[in-house]
């Protein structure tokens, strides 16, 4: 069964931790908080004072994705701010090594992050040190998009690398997810299924939780 994170970039703002909680008691084993720049993004969303104020209220696993174009000088205020794990997007740095060694370095889990446009190839030199690689399912910027199919092949090559190796990193997916789009990908090997629309744009965002693992059963 795959593990659900949804994106708090599609709750409630104004009863953030009436959403944040109902997730939690629903099941959600993290919560996926979308930090936006507007330059490596057109969007802009939160920072590191959003992650700490979550911190205290939730023992969720906080899944920090950075959308945001040479991270390096942010990610210690992600990691004093209470991230567990701290993804960097590889098109966003030129020392992606140097990016994920500072994550590591401040005691936090580390994630590699790449776009539909990029190879897995891109990423190979560092597979050897991550906890976590997400593979984006759309293009990066906003929630509510839709699914790209052609992603799933990339999901089945980084699987085959993890199990050539001997690599115990999660995959995540995110993007379009749902409890369709989410079943190829777990058939290809996504251990972490981010959803954000198709769990807060819903009525019962716990019976979306639940539609999602029942999925991957
Ligand atoms: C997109 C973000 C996603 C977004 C997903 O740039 O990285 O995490 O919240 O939203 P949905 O699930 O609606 O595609
Ligand atoms: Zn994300």
Redesign the pocket.
Known sequence: MIKVAP?I??ADYVNLQKDIELVEQGGAEYL?I?V?DGSF?PSISYGPGFVKAIRPISKMVLDV?L?VQNPEHIIPDFVEAGADIIGVQVEATQHIHRALQIIKNGGVKAEVVINPGTPVEMIKPVLHMVDQVLV?T?N??????KFLPETVAKIAELNALKQENGYNFDIEI????NNETVVPCYEAGATVA?????VY?ADDPVAKINAIKDATK
């Open positions: 994106s970039l599609s996926h979308d936006m993004v994705h959308m984006m759309v990066p910027g906003f929630g509510g998009q995110d993007g379009g997810i981010v959803a954000g629309s198709y744009g």
